[in-house]
């Protein structure tokens, strides 16, 4: 597991900033957006695969509780900053690599 360096907390965003890269706010969001979706699919599919060790054919209630693992792991993911903010990061970092296809189109 490595250490995400992104602060999980809520903070204020300078529109402005993120406006910059695309020249429009909600086309940046909507570049956020589809990269937070992203970063969420990945991180379900990480959980998904290391819970899916510890997946069991038997109901017992007691073997629930006892599994210490699985809950460390889970509340690893819990305490993850929100796809959405890293994916604010990323994107004022120059992380994300996104064109504008209506100008692909033009220039074919």
Same mark, same amino acid.
């Given at each position: ?14 529109? !402005?900033?993120?406006?910059a890269k695309t020249g429009n706010v ?5 570049? $956020? ?5 992203? $970063? ?12 899916? +060790? ?8 007691? +073997? ?6 699985? $809950? +460390? $792991? ?14 604010? !990061? ?13 100008? !692909?189109?033009? +220039?074919?």
């Amino acid at each position: 597991m490595s250490k995400i360096q992104t602060n999980p907390s809520i903070i204020t965003r300078d529109v !402005d900033k993120i406006a910059a890269k695309t020249g429009n706010v909600y086309e940046s969001v909507a570049i $956020i957006g589809q990269r937070a979706r992203q $970063i969420s699919s990945k991180m379900k599919e990480e959980l998904s695969n290391k819970l899916s +060790e510890f997946a069991s054919s038997v109901d017992n209630l007691e +073997e629930i509780f006892e599994n210490r693992e699985q $809950i +460390e $792991i889970s509340k690893y993911y819990e305490r993850m900053p929100k796809p959405s903010a890293l994916a604010i !990061d990323d994107f004022l970092a120059d992380k994300v690599d996104f064109r504008d296809r209506e100008a !692909d189109k033009d +220039e074919n």
